[in-house]
T-cell receptor, first 117, second 115 residues
């Protein structure tokens, strides 16, 4: 099946610094990737939809200047958390839409746990 | 707007017993339906999906789910629970009508398997 990787799996950063998370589709090209955020013991909340070669579409309430998304190639999307604060600590998960699967199937990366101290 | 309700945030079953995880959706048009499993500190793995055709869908690890339009349900079942089934399970839908890509997730059900 389709494989999606994320790097890093865990990151600890100091408040005020920026952190970049990578999401890669390893064996397929993904024109669309998604970024989710998951708080402890809660469900996934869609943050934004990342489209290759164009600007990301952010969900209501998500600060686009804080969560920078770049989808420069068909296999890589990055999420940069700028000027991170402790409240940004969370589990970030990306997914990629599989072409030809009716446009509705997504494969998920293993997630990145961000801790801001 | 899409919404997904998972009844029971926690479900405990004995090893070997039937697993039943409930999912109901709210939509005027039947959506695409998915069940995902999440193990601790990991991403989501697709268990099964319903898009069209046969309403009883078989997935991995012995799980299956049945789409019941009249009940707007897509409950997940497994005849005999195994210790390795202990995880968080998420039901999700996507909008078939608008062709939306994004998934709407339920709040999840944590399955505990008692030896």
């Amino acid at each position: 099946g389709a494989v999606v990787s994320q790097h890093p799996s865990r990151v600890i950063c100091k408040s005020g610094t920026s952190v970049k998370i990578e999401c890669r589709s390893l064996d397929f090209q993904a024109t669309t990737m998604f970024w989710y955020r998951q708080f402890p013991k809660q469900s996934l909340m869609l943050m934004a939809t990342s489209n290759e070669g164009s600007k990301a579409t952010y969900e209501q309430g998500v600060e686009k200047d804080k969560f920078l998304i770049n989808h420069a190639s068909l296999t890589l999307s990055t999420l940069t958390v700028t000027s991170a604060h402790p409240e940004d600590s969370s589990f970030y998960i990306c997914s990629a839409r599989v072409p030809g699967a009716g446009g509705h199937e997504q494969y998920f990366g293993p997630g990145t746990r961000l801790t801001v101290t | 707007a899409q919404s997904v309700t998972q009844l029971g945030s926690h479900v405990s079953v004995s090893e070997g017993a039937l697993v039943l995880l409930r999912c109901n959706y709210s939509s005027s048009v039947p959506p695409y339906l998915f069940w995902y499993v999440q193990y601790p500190n990991q991403g989501l793995q697709l268990l099964l999906k319903y898009t069209t055709g046969a309403t009883l869908v078989k997935g991995i690890n012995g799980f299956e789910a049945e789409f019941k339009k009249s009940e707007t349900s897509f409950h997940l079942t497994k005849p005999s629970a195994h210790m390795s089934d202990a995880a968080e399970y998420f039901c999700a839908v996507s909008d078939k009508r608008t062709g939306a890509n994004n998934l709407f997730f339920g709040t999840g059900t944590r399955l505990t398997v008692i030896p």
